[in-house]
Nanobody, 126 residues
Framework: QVQLVESGGGLVQAGGSLRLSCAAS????????MGWFRQAPGREREFVAA??????????RAADSVKGRFTISRDNAKNTVYLRMNNLKSEDTAVYYC?????????????????WGQGTQVTVSS
């Protein structure tokens, strides 16, 4: 199976920045997509951003709520995906999860992903 380990979460003031990392190990395919989701208490898991590497380059998607503030990137050599979060808001407070999808296309729904990390807490204070 695939193992995912997130890191980089913490407490930050509104307007601040954090960079989350997700290191993947195990059975990794070059065609896989990796994504970030978040879940706040009492809410369903929400898509944040995803990235997929193809022969022609990378493809990315981001939720409307984070466009212009969050940037997803991937270091294929390290099997690591990053989420740079700028201008954080209190509404961004959640547990952030990294996920892997073994498919030929990118996806934005949690049930379309196959493996998940344990999550890392991001708390934005106002």
């Amino acid at each position: 199976q695939v193992q995912l380990v997130e890191s980089g979460g913490g407490l930050v003031q509104a307007g601040g920045s954090l960079r989350l990392s997700c290191a993947a190990s195990g059975r990794i395919l070059s065609s896989l997509a990796m994504g970030w989701f978040r879940q706040a208490p009492g809410r369903e898991r929400e898509f944040v951003a995803a990235i997929m590497w193809t022969w022609s380059g990378s493809i990315t998607r981001a939720a409307d709520s984070v466009k212009g503030r969050f940037t997803i990137s991937r270091d294929n050599a390290k099997n690591t995906v990053y989420l740079r979060m700028n201008n954080l808001k209190s509404e961004d407070t959640a547990v952030y999860y990294c996920a892997v999808r073994f498919a030929e296309n990118i996806a934005t729904m949690p049930n379309e992903y196959d493996y998940w990390g344990q999550g890392t807490q991001v708390t934005v204070s106002s």
